[in-house]
């Protein structure tokens, strides 16, 4: 099982950017993918979630309205993009696989529930 995160880079605050997460190695519609970020000297928190089948979508309430998941099976990727970018968006962002079609790995404290965990991809909101 592998998750590659890429799409992270500069960007000026106002500007948006969309993060892929290619997954390898397992039938990608059958898992839950969610993405999680880091910032220096925080935890780990849970930005984003998107079931498999249903494609049901759950947002942390600092990106709600500006940020969009959605997912491609046929492609095996995950995308997450985020408008108006913030410098609190500055980060680490990792996507990884919950164990379940639902988003019930996510919802616990840091991701505990998530089974696997991709590299994570550096966005860095800063003008």
């Known amino acids: 099982v592998q998750l590659q995160a890429s799409g992270g880079g500069l960007v000026q605050p106002g500007g948006s950017l969309r993060l892929s997460c290619v997954a390898s190695?397992?039938?990608?519609?059958?898992?839950?993918i969610a993405w999680f970020r880091q910032a220096p000297g925080k935890e780990r928190e849970g930005v984003s979630c998107?079931?498999?089948?249903?494609?049901?979508?759950y947002y942390a309430d600092s990106v709600q309205g500006r940020s969009t998941i959605s997912r491609d099976n046929a492609r095996n990727t995950v995308y997450l993009e985020i408008d108006n970018l913030k410098p609190e968006d500055t980060a680490v962002y990792y996507c990884a696989r919950d164990h379940s079609r639902y988003c019930s790995g996510y919802e616990l404290p840091g991701g505990a529930g998530m089974e696997y965990w991709g590299k994570g991809t550096l966005v860095t909101v800063s003008s």
């Open positions: 998107i079931t498999s089948r249903d494609s049901n979508t």
């Open positions: 190695g397992f039938t990608l519609d059958y898992y839950a």
